[in-house]
């Protein structure tokens, strides 16, 4: 069974950067496109990183510029780098799993995490 583990959440000012993990377990991650998701409260479901098993990455203008995404296989894990966070992006942040390419439909992923909160405060 796959099993997808984010952490590194917190709460932070604005203007900090914070970075979150995703751990992949119980399945060939390196066969994997990967992406996050973020999700504020009353605000739908929001793509904000995809990259492909060769490291090609994807990044929506909304957070280009701030955000980064990479991947250690040999670690199993993905990152998201976050940077000049600001309090709009706070909201619980998802990893997910697919092997569909990466891109903003979340049916393109069979797997997700549980969520990691990242709370910016003013």
């Known amino acids: 069974q796959v099993r997808l583990v984010e952490s590194g959440g917190g709460l932070v000012q604005a203007g900090d950067s914070l970075r979150l993990s995703c751990v992949v377990s119980?399945?060939?991650?390196?066969?994997?496109?990967m992406g996050w998701f973020r999700r504020a409260p009353g605000k739908e479901r929001e793509y904000v990183a995809g990259i492909l098993w060769t490291g090609t990455t994807n990044i929506p203008d909304s957070v280009k510029g701030r955000f980064t995404i990479s991947r250690d296989n040999a670690k199993n894990t993905v990152y998201l780098q976050m940077n000049n966070l600001k309090p709009d992006d706070t909201a619980v942040y998802y990893c997910?799993?697919?092997?569909?390419?990466?891109?903003?439909?979340?049916?393109?992923?069979?797997?997700w995490g549980q969520g990691a909160q990242v709370t910016v405060s003013s």
């Open positions: 119980g399945g060939t991650f390196s066969g994997y496109a």
């Open positions: 997910a799993a697919g092997r569909e390419g990466y891109g903003p439909n979340p049916l393109l992923y069979n797997y």
